[in-house]
């Protein structure tokens, strides 16, 4: 059985047929990706553009688990931070990938994502897959 976390560029696809085949058996997210959700939504630029990224927030809140952000997550937070920095890329511009990225270290999983050069720089910490 495989398991894995979704990068916010899987949920938020809209269920398409060709992510779904290539999903972890067991798939879980990262609390930063919701609160890249819930930011999403307070940032839409009109009523119905906020009406569509809150029902799709539920569903995600619905479907899947959220990986808190604990000890152990932080301290690989640390290591995929120094990691892109020794790359010579700014850790705080990728924030919400990087916590993303330390939840699948801190839980020795892949991360799924649709934005594979977003962790190209981590290749050597954790196993990304591309959908």
Not at 24 to 42: K, M, Q
Not at 67 to 89: E, M, P, S
Not at 100 to 111: G, Q
């Amino acid at each position: 059985m495989s398991r894995g976390i979704l990068d916010t560029s899987i949920v938020i696809a809209q269920d398409r047929e060709d992510l779904v085949a290539g999903l972890p058996d067991e798939a879980a997210i990262s609390v930063a990706t919701l609160a890249e959700l819930h930011y999403g939504v307070l940032v839409a630029k009109d009523d119905e553009t906020k009406r569509q990224r809150l029902r799709r927030l539920g569903e995600i809140e619905a479907r899947f688990s959220a990986i808190a952000i604990d000890a152990v997550a932080a301290r690989a937070f640390a290591a995929v931070a120094h990691a892109v920095k020794t790359a010579g890329g700014k850790p705080r511009a990728r924030v919400m990938d990087l916590w993303i990225a330390a939840t699948a270290l801190a839980h020795r999983v892949p991360v799924y994502t649709r934005n594979r050069s977003d962790f190209d720089a981590l290749r050597k910490l954790i196993d990304v897959r591309s959908i």
